[in-house]
């Protein structure tokens, strides 16, 4: 194949699917930004060597994809969310430290998963299985067994074409995806399968949190919660469970004023998030996290604050907020 303009956009074409295949497979939006850029490196690279008669350029790619996450994580261990790690906190005198030894699971914001694609197929791939829950209960499985229920599950490969990627049999993989689904039912049996677009009423509950959250009012923010609602905060290993305790950990956190925390709606694993940022001493707000919200058609279900401004970079957010008026560059 001759290396040239058309083959690099046909491979770019790709990005957002290879980039939510390669976030299902190290549960990091970093890390897997980094596999695809060496994925279309090695693809670039080796295009000579493509035979279009073998395979399609996109199962080409996604073969070079799922080697390259495999490899990675051979050094890695899983990454996880805090209820995966200890008890939920008895007292809301807790300080939630943070544990920068452990690989905490990321959110990946909704715009990097493409959705103006010439094709819908290419899009409904890219999203597909991005959930919290469903990436924060992949990293239970090995490697292989995360590739095998990725490609059987997720992207609808025959046993056949899975088989050949990974160099073993249909009967391997079939026995290795039964593995892994009766681990993923053990490890989360309640996984969230709710529908990736919101209804109107689950709009104006987002609203409705984020007028709470900012203006401190605690009465409004219970009536939006679950009784059994679930709050973590990686990079903290503290996490809270049930409406009290949540609501009493957010009492401590409220709003001094109208102005002490600005929100940034957004989105995150097709859920609901939003940024917020914090009034520093000197005035300045100041990226601080980014919750993102799983609901059901009538409250909030679980709260997952993403503590520090390094996540804001993906969802193409500033570090330090302004208000439109104010004629600063963002940082």
């Not at 996604?62 to 008895?90: F, K, M, S, V, W």
Request: proline share 6%; glycine share 6%; with cysteine.
């Amino acid at each position: 194949m001759t290396i040239g303009a058309d083959f690099t956009a046909e491979t770019m074409a790709y990005r957002p699917e290879l980039l939510a295949h390669c976030y299902r497979m190290l549960g990091s939006v970093h890390d897997a930004e980094d596999l695809v850029q060496e994925t279309l490196v090695r693809a670039w690279r080796a295009a000579d060597r493509f035979d279009e008669q073998r395979a399609s350029l996109r199962t080409w790619l996604y073969r070079i994809a799922t080697n390259a996450c495999l490899t990675a994580l051979e050094q890695r261990g899983r990454r996880a969310l805090p209820t995966d790690l200890n008890g939920p906190a008895a007292t809301l005198r807790t300080r939630p430290a943070r544990h920068p030894e452990v690989s905490w699971l990321e959110p990946i914001p909704d715009a990097l998963l493409g959705g103006s694609a010439d094709d819908p197929a290419t899009v409904v791939a890219a999203r597909s299985g991005i959930r919290l829950a469903f990436i924060a209960a992949l990293q239970y499985l090995p490697a292989r067994q995360r590739a095998v229920l990725i490609l059987r599950d997720v992207l609808a490969w025959s046993a056949a074409e899975v088989a050949d990627l990974l160099g073993t049999s249909p009967a391997a993989v079939n026995s290795a995806l039964q593995r892994a689904r009766a681990q993923l039912e053990k490890a989360t049996p309640m996984i969230d399968r709710t529908s990736e677009s919101l209804s109107p009423g689950e709009r104006a509950m987002i609203d409705r949190y984020v007028t709470a959250f900012g203006n401190g009012d605690m009465d409004e923010l219970s009536k939006l919660l679950r009784d059994d609602v679930v709050l973590e905060m990686p990079p903290a290993l503290l996490w809270f469970a049930g409406r009290a305790h949540v609501v009493g950990f957010f009492a401590a956190k409220a709003a001094r004023d109208g102005d002490t925390w600005r929100a940034v709606p957004t989105a995150a694993n097709t859920q609901p998030a939003v940024a917020y940022y914090l009034r520093d001493a000197d005035g300045t707000h100041r990226a601080h996290s980014i919750h993102v919200l799983g609901t059901t058609d009538t409250a909030i279900e679980r709260i997952t604050v993403f503590l520090g401004d390094e996540l804001f970079r993906p969802f193409g957010l500033p570090t330090v907020l302004r208000r439109p008026n104010e004629n600063s560059i963002p940082e």
